[in-house]
Nanobody
Framework: QAQLVESGGGSVQTGGSLRLSCAASERTFSYYWMSWFRQAPGKEREFVAAVARTDGTTYYADSVKGRFIISRDNAKNTASLQMNSLKPDDTAVYYC?????????????????WGQGTQVTVSS
C-alpha cells in the first residue's frame, strides 16, 4: 500500500509558524483529496484541511480558517500545511490522509491512507 510520510512537526511558541509536508512513497499515485487531520490527547481525530486534485478546491475547519493554508503538488502527490499564528489549542499529532473518493473530504472514514503522524506542540 501507499505510504505517507509527514515531516515538519516540532515545538513553537504561540504566534509562531510551522510548515508540515506529506509525501507519498510512489510518484505515480494520484489522490482526489489530500488532507490533514489532528488528534490531541483525549480527543477525537478531527478534520483540519483538505485540498482537491482537480481544481485545487480547499476546505478548512473553522478553528484554523484564516491561519492555515493547505496546498499540493499534483505531479508529485505531495501536500503541505502552512500553519501560521499558532495557538496552544493547535497542539496535537497531525496526520496526512489521502483518498481516491471525490466526496466526504471532511470525514476521516473517507480516507484509506494515513501517515504515522507528526507532533506539533505550541507553548504559551
Amino acid at each position: 500500500q501507499a505510504q505517507l510520510v509527514e515531516s515538519g512537526g516540532g515545538s513553537v511558541q504561540t504566534g509562531g509558524s510551522l510548515r508540515l509536508s506529506c509525501a507519498a512513497s510512489e510518484r505515480t499515485f494520484s489522490y482526489y483529496w489530500m488532507s490533514w487531520f489532528r488528534q490531541a490527547p483525549g480527543k477525537e481525530r478531527e478534520f483540519v484541511a483538505a485540498v482537491a486534485r482537480t481544481d485545487g478546491t480547499t476546505y478548512y475547519a473553522d478553528s484554523v480558517k484564516g491561519r492555515f493554508i493547505i496546498s499540493r503538488d499534483n505531479a508529485k502527490n505531495t501536500a503541505s500545511l502552512q500553519m501560521n499564528s499558532l495557538k496552544p489549542d493547535d497542539t496535537a499529532v497531525y496526520y496526512c490522509a489521502t483518498t481516491y473518493a471525490s466526496s466526504g473530504a471532511k470525514e476521516k472514514a473517507s480516507y484509506g491512507y494515513w501517515g504515522q503522524g507528526t507532533q506539533v506542540t505550541v507553548s504559551s
